[in-house]
């Protein structure tokens, strides 16, 4: 645990000594003021637009950042043959998989958290009250939910050894599932045969990241989702995580590093 | 005792990403390291130097033959906890310093913190790292970074130090830091196994050497043994068992065979 | 990897300046269209933007509980917004609460609870975190649909052509927020783009009449709007009935309040060829003939409501 916490503790030092955080959330910030600038018929109460512009950048940012940090983490410690050194001390292949995964977890966490405490003043700005609950469920679902991208990105870069072509692959991924993924069953039901159980399938294998958007939610002030489902949707991110990290070590563990 | 490194009938391919025709960069390499020795792994560029020690700690398997370390067969989770290691070229994380860097590997080896604080300063004081001990690595120059390998690598005080191409690209000052650890270690009874090319920085420091051309073994034995009288160093004994044709004809015609030790 | 991030945040940012834009626009106070950089970056591509926009309006009025375009939309052919607004005509079927239908497998079931699940309206209050989400507060105390305007501003500035954008804005600005001023204004700006606008001409009048009080200048614009209906849109192979009625019915209904008969019988006559139900008209207008008749037997009274 030692190890894994110590490799964690390096990816998420590199992340806070990287650009890429502050430029994803100067970027937010920046347009979200721009938004925020803008005059809505003399009308100072309008606000809605703004918590939803402000949470789909936050969500486009959370993708962006999980997934190009996840994907660097194996390719550059071989290009660096850092990892040679690494894995030279009493280091198992597994911990390794876990301490990237966990550091650029944790690193994700750290900056939805800024994120969301920017989102929480934009909306406090406007709004007379923020809705702490729907507020806490929507940052902790929005984490869970990027443990699947960053352990895509890791699992893709044992596969695709070019960061560049995995982090796209996964981002396209991450985001056709975003915007389409609930709707893949009800399109298969419309199909020709063979189509249609081949993409009923794809809608039965892959995991379903739309159900951590809660943004309508939030931006609506539509009462919290029931505690149970939320626990249950974390749950499910946990699942879908621990398996593609398994596979990601299957594939790690007898690979030889040269 | 047990042997510190066995390495038996070793033989490592590498498939070619092309033609997919597997080539045999080690054949049926057999040697042993014995506890407090200081080994010189020698051979050419190419010659399977890093191949076999990758094959030693794990990062590859071999075709065939069996390695073992500490007398544990390294397929096995092998006994790293007492090597250190340092690459053959390696960059450290750019974004840490010295300091840090070095408290990362001693958490890994399981070290408290104050036991990390108390090695870090003796080691960076010992490859005169210290004015650059809270800079970032990213500053750091070529030498200044292989300083830094050694101390990593004597972090874990290794019963057994696997070096890599220690000395290349090293100013003489740095190449004989290299040694002066070398020696070190020796005095405190530890083992060494390292690699080169440059032969001439080995001859004062190795109680043995192993000389390895093409992945095969050519020459096993005290430095004194393997050189012949017309020999003038390791360089020239070396460039005759390889078989360079500009090397000095030997006072009798043996072969590199009349070298090769028995199998133990 | 910095690449592919750039990449995407660019394409981001893009989609975003298309909902940023007007307010660049109203920043600079530059109305001017040859100025306008996005027109030259997207061309066509901008009406169907300002689609979506208003669209998104839309769905802000119903507080994010919304068909995709994958569900049943039936019930949303005709934006409720602007039905509401009678910027349009409503031409909707079906269920407005069922577009959904019934779960069809677990996961859907199971993402359902993390999404908008009941049909509400923004201007009766709509979803609220402090209360249950169906609870509808008191018309006329909610002013949260405010929150469809940013979305409209959008769309108009993208597609200027897009009428039902002025009238549906300036019905919820005047009728829900009191502003009266803001919406004459983005009429006015409407009628500019569009001088041939009937429907503009009679939102302008409604504001005339019902906030301006000033009961004259509504019938002239009504009037005015009536004549471009006839230039325009009478010779249509399919004339829109839906705003002959709306202008028809509230010119009748002006001259009834000022007791002008002849008036108001014209204009319950064009009213009922207009409205799918005449028989409702035609007992008006027998009612309207019998007003005439008894004004008629004084006609020293001159009489005209305040
Ligand atoms: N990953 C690899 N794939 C294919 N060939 C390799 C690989 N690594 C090394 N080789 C080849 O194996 C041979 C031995 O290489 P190496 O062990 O690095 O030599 P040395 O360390 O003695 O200089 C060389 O011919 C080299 O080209
Ligand atoms: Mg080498």
């Avoid at chain 1, 925020?36 to 606000?47: E, K, P």
């Avoid at chain 2, 071999?62 to 544990?72: D, E, H, L, M, R």
């Avoid at chain 2, 200044?144 to 290349?168: F, K, V, W, Y």
Wanted: with cysteine; glycine share 6%; aromatic share 10%.
């Amino acid at each position: 645990m030692r190890a894994i916490l110590t490799l964690a503790h390096l990816v998420i030092l590199e992340m806070v000594r990287r650009k890429d955080i502050y430029v994803l959330f100067v970027l937010t910030a920046l347009l979200t003021l721009i938004a925020a600038a803008a005059n809505i018929f003399d009308d100072t109460r309008v606000v809605r637009y703004l918590k939803e512009i402000s949470l789909t950048l936050i969500w486009v940012s959370g993708f962006v950042l999980a997934v190009t940090s996840a994907a660097r983490q194996i390719p550059a410690e071989r290009e660096s043959r850092t990892l040679f050194t690494l894995l030279a001390k009493p280091v198992s292949r597994w911990q390794f998989i876990a301490g990237k995964f966990l550091g650029c977890w944790l690193a994700c966490g750290l900056a939805l958290l800024v994120f969301y405490a920017f989102f929480g003043a934009v909306a406090l700005s406007r709004e007379r009250s923020l809705d702490l609950a729907g507020w806490a469920q929507a940052i902790s679902m929005h984490w869970f939910m990027l443990a699947v991208p960053v352990a895509l990105a890791l699992a893709g870069s044992l596969l695709w050894a070019a960061p560049s072509s995995n982090s796209t692959l996964t981002l396209v991924v991450c985001f056709g599932i975003w915007l389409l993924g609930r709707h893949l069953h009800k399109v298969a039901l419309g199909l020709p045969e063979p189509r249609a159980t081949l993409l009923t399938l794809v809608y039965f294998i892959i995991p379903h990241l739309e159900l951590f958007d809660i943004r309508d939610l939030i931006v609506h002030r539509w009462p919290p989702v029931p505690w149970l489902f939320w626990l249950g949707a974390l749950l499910y991110a946990a699942a879908y995580t621990g398996m593609i990290l398994t596979g990601a070590w299957l594939l790690f563990r007898r690979r030889p590093l040269n | 005792m047990t042997e510190v490194i066995q390495i038996e009938q070793l033989v490592v391919t590498y498939r070619d990403t092309e033609t997919r025709a597997t080539r045999t960069v080690v054949d049926r390499l057999t040697f042993t390291v014995r506890p407090g020795e200081v080994f010189g792994f020698l051979g050419p560029n190419g010659a399977g130097k890093t191949s076999t020690m990758n094959v030693l700690l794990g990062f590859t398997h071999a075709a065939s033959g069996s390695a073992s370390i500490f007398g544990v067969d390294v397929r096995q989770p092998i006994a790293r906890q007492r090597i250190g290691y340092l690459p053959e070229m390696t960059y450290y994380y750019k974004f840490l310093t010295a300091e840090e860097l070095l408290r990362a590997y001693g958490r890994i080896f399981g070290l408290d913190d104050g036991e990390i604080r108390r090695r870090t300063d003796e080691l960076l004081a010992l490859v005169e790292l210290e004015a650059a001990r809270r800079r970032l690595i990213r500053t750091y120059s070529k030498g200044m970074q292989q300083r830094l390998g050694l101390a990593q690598a004597l972090l874990n005080q290794p019963d057994l130090l696997i070096l890599d191409e220690p000395t290349s690209g090293l100013d003489p000052l740095g190449r004989m830091k290299v040694r002066e650890i070398i020696l070190r270690q020796k005095a405190a009874g530890k083992t060494v196994f390292f690699s080169s090319h440059e032969l001439g920085e080995v001859e004062s420091v190795c109680d043995r050497v192993a000389i390895l051309h093409r992945g095969e073994l050519k020459a096993l034995g005290p430095v004194g043994e393997i050189k012949h009288p017309a020999d003038g160093n390791l360089e020239q004994a070396f460039l005759r068992l390889i078989g360079w044709p500009g090397a000095p004809k030997p006072a009798s015609d043996a072969g590199p065979a009349d070298h090769q030790p028995t199998a133990p | 990897m910095p690449q592919t991030a750039i990449a995407i945040l660019f394409l981001t940012s893009l989609a975003l300046v298309t909902s940023l834009e007007p307010w660049f626009q109203s920043w600079q106070g530059n109305r001017a269209q040859s100025a306008d950089l996005l027109a030259v970056l997207l061309g066509d591509a901008r009406r169907a933007f300002a689609n979506h926009f208003f669209i998104k309006a839309d769905v802000y009025f119903h507080n994010g509980y919304y068909p995709s375009i994958f569900d049943n939309r039936t019930a949303f052919q005709t934006p409720h917004m602007a039905a509401d607004a009678g910027a349009l005509e409503e031409k909707n079927t079906g269920e407005e609460d069922d577009f959904l239908g019934p779960p069809k497998d677990w996961i859907d079931a199971f993402g359902r609870r993390f999404k908008p699940a009941t049909h509400t309206h923004l201007y009766q209050g709509g979803a609220r975190a402090d209360g249950p989400a169906h609870k509808e507060i008191e018309l006329a105390d909610s002013q949260d649909v405010r929150e469809i305007l940013p979305w409209l501003r959008a769309s108009a500035a993208l597609d200027p052509q897009k009428i039902e954008t002025y009238t549906t804005t300036a019905y919820w600005l005047r009728q829900r927020m009191g502003k009266t001023t803001e919406a004459e204004a983005f009429l006015r700006d409407g009628l500019r783009a569009n001088p041939d606008s009937h429907e503009i001409l009679f939102e302008l009048g409604r504001i005339a009449d019902e906030h301006g009080k000033d009961p004259a200048r509504a019938r002239n614009l009504w009037e005015l709007a009536l004549a471009k209906w006839r230039k325009f849109e009478l010779p249509k192979k399919d004339p829109d009935t839906f705003s002959l009625l709306q202008i028809a019915s509230h010119l009748a209904m002006l001259a009834e309040r000022e007791s002008r008969w002849d008036e108001y019988l014209h204009y319950l006559g064009l009213w009922k060829a207009a409205s799918p139900q005449p028989a409702e008209i035609e007992k008006r207008i027998a009612e309207a003939q019998a007003k005439r008749a008894a004004a008629n037997a004084k006609p020293q009274t001159q009489n005209s409501k305040p």
